[in-house]
Structure formats: structure tokens, C-alpha cells
């Protein structure tokens, strides 16, 4: 039976999707039904120009047709050899199938519809159409439950014609009735016509389906890539380090550290964005198939109607390739590394900056950054759930909320000793380092707050420098009473003069973008900053000495 289906498929015309009769060959080699070819040809006469309808071919003046007598002798054979080769329990109509509306008893499976006869037929009772002149022209389809739809509900005749000053199907009265002066053409050559729009359509998605499958190819290549030299880096430094003594163990931790953060952020967009090119290509895909199917349809009708509801490709979310810089990873890092071998005094100023540097200048792909939200709802796709470390609050702030929530306490917490609680001023940093974009809100009572982003290295205990703000390390919005001002190394500027009592923070970390906003109604900028993060950033929170002050990370929806 397979090599019966494979013979059927080789021996049917493209246009009406049923065994040749009367088959004439183009000279591009492509065979079709003589009435369908020419009806075809019929439709472009217009035009003057004559195609094939498969392969395009035009063909000037028009071609005459002379019967392929080979193709019509193997035809007849098939017809012959599936009569015989059928199981019978397999003709037989079920729930799913159209019935012959011919047989009686139990009805067999139609083969074919006429839209002519409105009839469905099986492969028995079709034999009339396939051997009487008396039904050379009429119009046989695939077998469909639908047939009343090709009917004109107003004059009972089949609607041959279309429309396209209402973009509907009319039969042959109504376009010399209520549609006479309207731009009206046969249902056959705006299938033509339509056929053409949607094989361009076809033609755009598989080259956006070539395109994305070859920018998944480069995403997969760079991440392995990427990969390898994380991996290469982490080994070379942590080489360089071993020989290193003291000091530099603790800063030999820190740049693994750096470099396991930074191949993490840039795996994960590598990751997302070939998550969402893996999600283009299967919509592609989807629609390819649809329209494929649509193509199909021999119905002009049921193709027309099917056309007109079909939506509008959506915009590519992508660029049509994705770039990818320079190798530039983590070699550099390797180099700043070996070089601190002679430099050991440098180690904590200069040099130091250098290693931190290259991690930070590790960029995967060619892209550019995204624009700052315009809208409360924009920044919302940002969010980020802001949790407190316990490890870091000060003894008197009181942790609540889900650690999302820190109130002014007169007395000392029973917290136990870490390395990492501040000790000087009454701050608490976020579990969680933050990268790539993020959004939060804070809110606060009593008489002042510092809402801050900053480097985990800040001090916890000593000199002012470890208030938020008052170093290199941390930039702060200090927002009081009466006031609010943004503080960075020292440096305060005042960005307004009403109180301030709901804060929002948008970071970048890639764009090295921070901006800070008056949360109410509405969201109003205050202060933006635009410079390059060396080092993951942690928020943090640091209250005004009030009995019952609060700050809370907002849970936004």
C-alpha cells in the first residue's frame, strides 16, 4: 500500500489535488489536468502572461496542450490497483469521515466532493465523473461536510464569483444585482491572487526560520565558548593566587567569585535569548503549517473565507542575526592576574581595579541596551522581590515582613556575631546581589531614610565612610522630612524639596544605569546616574535614629 500512495501523490494534479485526467505535461516538466491548467490560464489571460502553477515558470505566447498519453494509461492502471487493493473495512465512513451520499446501507468513506452535484461520493460512485463526458466540467474537491456554504442563501446558485469591494463570495445573480457596480471578479482568479500573497508570506517565514535557526546556532556556540574560557580563567587565577600568600587568599576568593557572577549573567541572556528565539521558531513554524495548510485548500470559498481571517504575521522581536563582539572574555582577567605577582603593594588600589574591570568588560553579544521603562507597568516587568540578610542588619533594626521589612529599635536585637553586620550605622543589605535590570520600591516612616545600591565590600563598622553614600562603594538617596538628596562619595545633591515617602530604584548593571523616582500617582524622576559597575551590587536600607522608623520592600503586582 505504500508504494500505491507514493504512485497516488506522483500521479495527482497540484491544482485540484486529484488524480490527473486528461493530463498535459508544461515543458518545465510539470503535469496538470488539461481544465485545470487551462482554467488556470484562464485567470491571467488579462495579464498575458501564463505561469506554471508550480514552479512559476512564465511562458509567453500561451503553451497548447496535447494529452500526455503515457501519464493518462498510468492513472487508469492506479485506478485499477486501488480498487482492488482497498480493505474493505477501510472504505467504510466513520465518525470523523464524510459519508457517500450515494450508497445505501452502510455508506462508504467519500473520495471526493462536486460542487456541481453538491454531492459526496466514494471512490465506486465517483467512477461516473471520472468516465462520462456528461460531467467533464464539473468541479470535483475534497470531501467536505460544508458543501451549503458554496451556496448563495439568496438565489440557490453556487457562488463562483467574489466580491472585492465587500471581500465576500457572490454567485453569478448577485453580481449583476445588489453587487453590480462593484469591482467583482470569478472566486478562481482571486484564489490566484491571494495564492501569490500567501506564498510570499510563506517565503518571508522560512527565511525568519532560517534566520533564527542560525542565530540559535550562534548563541548555542558562544555560550560554550563562553564557558570554556570562565572555566580556563577560573583555573589560571586561581593558580596565580596559590602562589600568592596572606593577603591576596582573600582576593584570590573574590575574583572567582566575580567570574562565576558574571558567566552566570552572561549565560542567563544567552539563555533567555535564545529562549525566545526557540519560542519565535516554533510560532514561525506554527504559522508556516497554516499557511501550508490554507495553500491547500481547493475549496475557493472555504479558501477565501479561511484568508480573510487569517491574521497578520506578527513583528520579529529580533534582528535578522545576532552579532557577537570580538572574543573578549576572560583572558584579560588572566593577564591583570599574573601581573600582580610583582605588584603586591598595589594589590588593594590599583591593580585591583584592573581585575574587577575585566570581568565587568565581558560582553557577549552585540546588542543594545534596552530603554529605560516609561511607565509604572514598564518598570513592573523588572521587579525584583527585595529579601534583607540577616547576617548584615544592625542589632537595632527588627527584621520582618518575610525579611522585607526593618523597624528602629531602642534596644539591642539578639542577633549573633557575623563578619558581615554593620556595626557603626543602622543598615542592612539585600541577600541577593542584583544583575542585569531590576525595579523596587521602598517605603519608609519616621524621620529619615537612605535607600541605597552598593558593592558588598562597603564597610560594615568604623568611620563615617561606612554610611551609605559616604564613599566610592555606594550610591544613596536621603530622603528625610523635608527633602531629598542623592549622595555618591561624599558628594550630596539635593534632587527635591517635598518629602519623599515612596522611593523606586531601576538598576542596569550591564548599561551601568541607576535612576532613582518619586513614587505617587504618577512616577517622577529624581535622579539618575550613568557610570560603570565593577562589582555585583546589593540594595540596602539605612534608617534615621527614631523609635518605631520603618523601611519596607514593597510586594509589587
Not at 540559535?216 to 593566587?241: G, I, P
Not at 541572556?269 to 519565535?280: F, H, N, P, S
Not at 542589632?395 to 525579611?403: F, R
Amino acid at each position: 500500500m505504500a508504494g500505491v500512495h507514493l504512485q497516488r501523490e506522483t500521479l495527482s494534479c497540484s491544482i485540484c489535488l486529484d488524480l490527473l485526467k486528461e493530463p498535459v505535461t508544461l515543458s518545465c516538466g510539470h503535469s496538470f489536468c488539461k481544465n485545470c491548467i487551462k482554467d488556470h490560464w484562464d485567470s491571467e489571460e488579462q495579464r498575458r502572461i501564463y505561469s506554471c502553477p508550480k514552479c512559476r515558470k512564465i511562458f509567453t505566447p500561451r503553451p497548447k496542450l496535447k494529452k500526455n498519453v503515457m501519464l493518462a494509461d498510468l492513472v487508469e492502471e492506479l485506478k485499477k490497483t486501488e480498487l482492488h487493493a482497498a480493505p474493505a473495512h477501510h472504505c467504510y465512513a466513520g465518525a470523523e469521515d464524510v459519508d457517500c451520499d450515494v450508497c445505501t446501507g452502510r455508506k462508504r468513506k467519500a473520495h471526493k466532493s462536486c460542487l456541481v452535484c453538491l454531492a459526496a461520493y466514494c471512490e465506486e460512485h465517483l467512477q461516473p465523473h471520472h468516465q462520462s463526458p456528461a460531467f467533464k466540467k464539473h468541479k470535483l474537491m475534497e470531501p467536505s461536510k460544508n458543501l451549503q456554504e458554496n451556496i448563495c442563501p439568496r438565489h440557490d446558485e453556487v457562488m463562483k464569483m467574489f466580491c472585492r469591494t465587500d471581500q465576500k463570495c457572490i454567485c453569478y445573480l448577485c453580481s449583476v444585482d445588489e453587487h453590480k457596480d462593484h469591482d467583482t471578479v470569478s472566486a478562481a482568479a482571486e484564489r490566484t491572487h491571494k495564492q501569490r500573497d500567501l506564498d510570499l508570506s510563506r517565503v518571508e517565514v522560512q527565511q525568519r526560520l532560517r534566520d533564527r535557526d542560525r542565530d540559535v546556532k550562534v548563541l548555542q556556540q558562544e555560550r560554550k565558548t563562553l564557558t570554556l574560557s570562565a572555566d580556563k580563567a577560573v583555573k589560571d587565577t586561581d593558580q596565580s593566587f596559590t602562589e600568592m600568600m596572606g593577603l591576596l587568599q582573600k582576593r584570590s576568593s573574590d575574583v572567582k567569585q566575580q567570574i562565576r557572577s558574571k558567566l552566570e549573567t552572561e549565560v542567563r541572556r544567552v539563555t533567555d535569548a535564545e529562549k525566545k528565539l526557540q519560542q519565535e521558531i516554533t510560532e514561525l513554524k506554527k504559522r508556516e503549517a497554516e499557511l501550508k495548510q490554507l495553500s491547500l485548500t481547493h475549496d475557493h470559498n472555504q479558501f477565501l473565507l479561511n484568508y480573510r481571517s487569517l491574521p497578520a504575521l506578527s513583528p520579529s522581536t529580533h534582528s535578522s542575526t545576532i552579532n557577537v563582539r570580538p572574543l573578549r572574555h576572560f583572558e584579560d582577567l588572566t593577564a591583570a592576574v599574573a601581573k600582580l605577582r610583582g605588584q603586591l603593594q598595589d594589590v588593594l588600589t590599583e591593580t585591583w581595579t584592573d581585575i574587577s574591570l575585566a570581568v565587568a568588560e565581558v560582553d557577549v553579544l552585540l546588542t543594545e541596551p534596552e530603554p529605560e521603562p516609561k511607565t509604572r507597568a514598564g518598570f513592573f516587568r523588572y521587579s525584583e522581590e527585595i529579601k534583607l540578610d540577616p547576617n548584615t542588619v544592625h542589632t537595632h533594626l527588627l527584621l520582618s515582613e518575610g525579611n522585607r521589612k526593618v523597624t528602629f529599635m531602642d534596644k539591642d536585637q539578639s542577633y549573633p556575631h557575623h563578619t558581615d553586620r554593620f556595626t557603626g550605622y543602622r543598615q542592612v543589605l539585600s541577600e541577593e546581589s542584583l544583575t542585569g535590570r531590576c525595579y523596587w520600591e521602598v517605603k519608609w516612616t519616621g524621620r529619615g531614610v537612605y535607600a541605597a545600591v552598593t558593592y558588598k565590600n562597603i564597610r560594615r563598622s568604623g568611620s563615617h565612610e561606612s554610611l551609605f553614600g559616604l564613599n566610592d562603594k555606594s550610591w544613596a538617596l536621603d530622603c528625610d522630612e523635608h527633602k531629598c538628596q542623592f549622595v555618591h562619595n561624599s558628594i550630596k545633591t539635593v534632587v527635591s524639596d517635598v518629602k519623599v515617602s515612596r522611593v523606586g530604584v531601576y538598576l542596569d548593571h550591564r548599561a551601568g544605569l541607576l535612576s532613582f523616582y518619586r513614587v505617587s500617582d504618577t512616577m517622577t524622576l529624581l535622579h539618575r546616574v550613568q557610570t560603570t559597575f565593577y562589582q555585583t551590587l546589593y540594595a540596602g536600607v539605612c534608617l534615621y535614629s527614631s523609635s518605631g522608623a520603618t523601611a519596607e520592600f514593597c510586594k509589587l503586582k
